[in-house]
């Protein structure tokens, strides 16, 4: 189980040096379009911008997001590993662990779901499926309030463990 531990916690940060630092994350992204920003790291978005997003980019820019998502999955399971191993060194009660062991099964579904219809979305671009749009920002959304929710439980954990 410790070496889990290890590739998950190594993986999560090599992913985030590559998706942060290197021309296969976000700077490489931004040589297609300047101003580039992760739709799967807004709160929400519209399917016009998931469509004005794509248009920007360009073809070799959508081959390079194609290629950033696949990178983003390695970083959901190793995320995962992370978020469970901060879950486990608490040593908190059951119900309490086994909420925020689902908030986390959770917030990597939604992260699953919403690369996925991004992915099926680019691949149909121009082709606009207005309801997978949809389904991909309501994703997204759910993703960021289960990991909002886990990360108040860890906060909550940590103020109970210091009184």
């Not at 580039?36 to 998931?50: A, K, P, Q």
Request: hydrophobic share 55%.
């Amino acid at each position: 189980m410790n070496i889990i531990i290890y590739i998950g916690i190594a993986g999560f940060l090599i992913c985030l040096f590559i998706m942060y630092a290197t021309p296969h994350g976000i700077p490489g992204l931004r040589k297609f379009e300047a101003n580039f920003r992760l739709l799967d790291m807004r709160f929400c978005y519209s399917e016009t911008e998931i469509n004005e997003t794509f248009s920007r980019l360009g073809v070799e820019g959508r081959k390079a997001y194609k290629n950033y998502w696949l990178l983003d999955y390695v970083f959901i399971v190793c995320f995962l590993i992370v978020q469970l191993v901060i879950v486990r060194a608490f040593n908190m009660s059951g119900i309490v662990s086994w909420c925020l062991i689902g908030l986390v099964l959770l917030r990597a579904l939604f992260d699953c779901i919403e690369n996925s219809i991004l992915l099926f979305l680019i691949n149909c671009y121009p082709v606009r499926k207005k309801w997978l749009a949809k389904l991909s920002s309501y994703s997204t959304s759910c993703k960021f309030v289960s990991l909002y929710i886990w990360l108040a439980g860890i906060a909550g954990m940590i103020l109970y463990m210091l009184l």
